[in-house]
């Protein structure tokens, strides 16, 4: 049997003859495609506006320049997380303040996350302007709990929801909540647009800038200046922006995995229920928790943890078997730069740390047919047995 990858995209005929229609149209960047890809992910969400980008990063990026983010700012995020969330705040010279998980859902831990505001945001000048909540692998963070805590003390929400789409807080979508949302399209998401993300948005002021920044601070993009019946040659420049636009092309691909969405999200919550049902007796394996039935998971990553120091061990008979699996996340204050930068030590951060010390993430995705689950399956039930017999 062949190896079994940690992650594939699903792509189809749809997407191909998308693309191919793009291609033959002539309009390749920024445009028409586009267009209806923003609307339709409005339309999906439930958000006012939808602002694509080539990144979640780039989106990050500019929903923090949107915000206002200025040196020597702090923002306060998770260190359980993948860089790209907390190096968009170095873009500043500002500085991300890690603030401890919760031990079972991987997400910000919302007593720790009141204690440091109370701690940072006492004098009437403090620095904190955002929290940043990561919803870990498409389990939303206590939304409500941090929305009023943001209130509190006046700091604006850009969640990073690089993992969640579809998923659901309180009955509301993620995307729908905080001030400013992202998206990832990269290749291994929900859904993808092989590089690629979207920001959404309620906030039109927000909205006006970040469409803006992410084309050079354009306040035209190239359809308004070429295409459109009121197009001119004519534009201006409102800041120093970036080249963060996506092109038609990735948008051709998104338009149609945006319409296998919730076909995909099925398929992982299948996928999720059969990997917890099947692993329940394994007694030194952890399934993963689910905070409240109510909120929908979107199962971006199935993540166990394992036991008794052998996580490595287990990835390698895991590989010997042919069942790619992967770790997420090396928690950044465990990395180079974070700890230099910094000075951290792996215990300051114990909850993230022993997460990491024990997570796996299995292969959890909507093209794996169900001899693929069954071979995960029967990889990690043996593999227990071997480990801990
Ligand atoms: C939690 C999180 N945030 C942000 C990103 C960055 O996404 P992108 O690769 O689209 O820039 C990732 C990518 O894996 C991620 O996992």
Redesign the pocket.
Known sequence: MAFLPFALPDIGYEEINEVIDTLESGWITTGPKIMKFEKAFSEYIGSKYSISVN????G?HLALDAIGLERDDLVITSPY??T??AEVIRYFDAHPVFCDINEKTFNIDVQKLEDLLKKLCAGKNHKVKAIMP?HFAGQTCDMNEIMSLAQKYNLKIIE?A??SLPATCNNKMIGTIGDITVF???ATKSITTG???MITTNNEAYKDKMSKMRLHGINKDSWDRYVSPEASWSYDIIGAGYKYNMTDIAASIGLQQLKKCDYFFEKRNKIAERYTESFKNLNRIETPFVKNKNDKHSWHLYVIKVKNKMRDKFISIMKEKEVGCSVHFIPLHIQTYWKEKYSLKPDDFPVAYSCFCEAVSLPAYAKMPESDIEKVIQAVIETHNKIFS
């Open positions: 990144s979640a990063t780039a990050l997380t993948f790209a969330t990561v990073d690089a993992h990832s399209f990269y590089e690629g993300g």
